[in-house]
């Protein structure tokens, strides 16, 4: 089946600096990413949603200077936490649409990245 | 907004026994819904999905019926294993922006031997 990697799986820093992590699609081409973010024990959230070779759509109240998102090719998205503060720990993952697959039916889930900042 | 609601966890059930995990949504028209399960250190998996009212999703043994007049998707297994300890998520996509999952906060579910 369809495969999507996280790349760090968990990784802690300092507040203030900036932390990237990486979305793959590892068999197939995903034209469209998405990125979600969960509190313990709570959903998880849409942060935004990411097309290849545009800028990425924001949901309400997710501020984009502070959650960069690049989507440069067809098997990678990257989501960037600029200037990381204590209330920025989460789990973030995300998750690829085929897109060889009928639309909207099927998105490929990451395994997620815990990110703790000091 | 859509939005969906899940049972509260943790669930603690012993094998064999019948499982229910109760999910209802807010959305207007006739959204797809699904059940994603995630296992210990994995991501999410789809596992079952329904796409309009009346139909039954199944997969391994579960099976979840798109309840409109309840708008319902409960989540349903007549026999539990070991092996299905893990975090089930209901969800739903709306007719608009049509790629968006609303999920719920999610069920855990722990099955001992």
């Known amino acids: 089946g369809a495969v999507v990697s996280q790349h760090p799986s968990r990784v802690i820093c300092k507040s203030g600096t900036s932390v990237k992590i990486e979305c793959r699609s590892l068999d197939f081409q995903a ?4 990125w979600y973010r969960q509190f313990p024990k709570q959903s998880l959230m849409l942060m935004a949603t990411s097309n290849e070779g545009s800028k990425a759509t924001y949901e309400q109240g997710v501020e984009k200077d502070k959650f960069l998102i690049n989507h440069a090719s067809l098997t990678l998205s990257t989501l960037t936490v600029t ?3 204590p209330e920025d720990s989460s789990f973030y993952i995300c998750s690829a649409r085929d897109a060889d697959r009928v639309v909207g039916e099927t998105q490929y889930f990451g395994p997620g990245t815990r990110l703790l900042v000091l | 907004g859509n939005s969906v609601t899940q049972m509260e966890g943790p669930v603690t059930l012993s094998e064999e026994a019948f499982l229910t995990i109760n999910c209802t949504y807010t ?3 006739y959204p797809s819904l699904f059940w994603y399960v995630q296992y210990p250190g994995e991501g999410l998996q789809l596992l079952l999905k329904a796409t309009k009212a009346d139909d039954k999703g199944s ?3 579960f099976e979840a019926t798109y309840r409109k007049e309840t708008t319902s998707f409960h989540l349903e297994k007549g026999s539990v294993q070991v092996s299905d300890s893990a975090v ?4 739903l996509r709306g007719i608009q922006g049509a790629q968006k999952l609303v999920f719920g906060q999610g069920t855990r579910l722990t099955i001992n031997p």
């Not at chain 1, 034209?31 to 998405?34: G, N, V």
């Not at chain 2, 089930?88 to 969800?91: K, L, S």
């Open chain 2, 27 to 29: 959305a207007t028209g």
């Open chain 2, 88 to 91: 089930y998520f209901c969800a």
């Open chain 1, 83 to 85: 200037s990381a503060h």
């Open chain 2, 59 to 61: 997969n391994k043994g």
């Open chain 1, 31 to 34: 034209t469209t990413m998405f």
